[in-house]
């Protein structure tokens, strides 16, 4: 009767789970709540999500317990480590087999077993994993997205335990449904970055890392700033999934600049940088028929990413808090890039230079408030230049 009962809330728990899914959009949104309803439905410590990337499954996201506490990973999401598709190691046999793989200590695997388990993350960190549950992430019934790793089931005194039965039955119903929909938030990534590297240079070679960069800077700006004044849990991670998705499209009205001015190796003149503004009005237009939250924070990060605090901005000069939140995220995102890259009209700044300029900007350029939740995060937001270099 017990275990009964409990079985059917499990399920209803992960019909709403997976509903609450749905309303996300981006990628790493949705990584995020996987893991996270996966593990509680498992009672795991700890968990990774390893995604398909062009052959190779591209570690993506990580969350423990014991070591990041509640709040998940913050700069460990930006790790770069890849792993072949190989029976060397656990999650790279669980994607080549698309076969779940149980593990009931990680140091004691079986002679006969082609793989080991990597223990390099355990000694960084003073970690002992005990149980895995590596899931194949397959979304219907054929593609692999990717794999999945629960880590160190807990039981009821919180110590590491076995994998249950139940677990491994109920984990790959909620995976398979998840996996669906990482892939479809996938695509959707892709061609709204396929649309921003358009715009940017006019360049279909472009890698788009400058956009994939302001991004993520966007998306933990938000959070810190967001986080800073205890905003509820939900509301930051709904805004979070809608900036990071909004603000790769910034730039997208370059792709109604002539390439005489978008490609030009000097300084713009007057006139030409007139015309270069125009891009914030060409690229709103594409978001002039508002239905969604993500389509009315989009035109608002398009139109207004170059006002600045002190009125002195374009298109429209707007002052302090009439611009919204999410323009000035991007404002400061953008800038920051610009200056720690190299473009075609200047060379890149030294770190030093740039937090001089920001200060200095900071109630000029710049909101304050956000000025100083960028000084709280230089950490994060280096680790997202070396991911996306
Ligand atoms: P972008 O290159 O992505 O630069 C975005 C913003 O970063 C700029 O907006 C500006 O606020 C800041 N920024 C970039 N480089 C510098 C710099 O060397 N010093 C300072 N203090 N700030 C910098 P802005 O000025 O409204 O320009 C918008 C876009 O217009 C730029 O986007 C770029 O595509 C183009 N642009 C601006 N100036 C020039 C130029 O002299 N030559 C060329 N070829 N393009 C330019
Ligand atoms: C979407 O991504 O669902 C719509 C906005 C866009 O074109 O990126
Ligand atoms: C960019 O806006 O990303 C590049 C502009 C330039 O190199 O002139
Ligand atoms: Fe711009
Ligand atoms: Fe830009």
Redesign the pocket.
């Known amino acids: 009767m017990f275990s009964q009962h409990l079985k059917k809330e499990t399920v209803v728990s992960i019909i709403n789970t997976i509903g609450e899914l749905n309303q996300l959009q981006d990628v790493d949104m949705i990584l995020d709540s996987t893991l996270r309803e996966a593990r509680a439905l498992a009672k795991a410590d700890a968990g990774s999500i390893f995604l398909m990337k062009n052959g190779e499954l591209e570690f993506r996201h990580v969350q423990n317990d014991t070591i990041f506490g509640a709040n998940g990973g913050g700069l460990f999401q930006y790790g770069t480590e890849s792993l072949p598709v190989s029976d060397s190691s656990i999650v790279g046999y669980c994607a080549l087999t698309k076969e779940m793989v149980v593990i009931n200590d990680a140091y004691v695997i079986a002679e006969g077993l082609p793989y080991r388990f990597n223990a390099s993350f355990d000694e960084k960190n003073g970690y002992r994993t005990v149980s895995i549950l590596a899931v194949p992430l397959v979304s219907r019934g054929h593609s692999l997205v990717g794999v999945m790793q629960l880590i160190n089931a807990k039981n009821r005194w919180g110590r590491a335990t076995v994998f249950s039965e139940q677990v491994k039955t109920l984990v790959p119903i909620f995976t398979n449904n998840a996996a669906a929909l990482i892939e479809r938030s996938i695509l959707n990534r892709d061609l709204t970055l396929r649309m921003a590297k358009m715009a940017e240079l006019h360049d279909p070679k472009e890698t788009g890392a400058h956009v994939q960069r302001v991004s993520a800077f966007c998306a933990e700006l938000y959070q810190c700033w967001a986080e800073n004044r205890n905003l509820p849990r939900l509301d930051i991670r709904r805004f979070r999934d809608i900036i990071s998705h909004a603000s790769m499209l910034h730039?997208a009205g370059k792709v109604g600049i002539p390439d005489s001015i978008l490609k030009?190796p000097?300084?713009?003149t007057h006139e030409e940088?007139d015309v270069?503004k125009q891009h914030t009005i060409y690229g709103s237009r594409l978001f002039n028929s508002i239905s969604s939250e993500l389509d009315q924070v989009t035109h608002d990060i398009i139109l207004y990413h170059?006002e600045r605090w002190n009125g002195t901005g374009y298109p429209k000069g707007l002052v302090g808090e009439q611009i919204p939140l999410a323009a000035r995220i991007t404002a400061l995102a953008?800038?920051f890039d610009?200056?720690s890259s190299k473009?075609?009209?200047?060379e890149a700044w030294s770190d030093e230079m740039i937090y001089e300029?920001l200060r200095k900007e900071s109630g000029q350029h710049f909101d304050p408030e956000l000025v100083e939740t960028f000084f709280q995060i230089t950490n994060i937001l280096h680790a997202i230049q070396m991911k996306f270099k």
Request: hydrophobic content about 35%; glycine content about 6%.
């Open positions: 730039d030009k000097g300084r713009l940088f270069m170059h953008d800038v610009a200056l473009r075609s009209y200047k300029e």
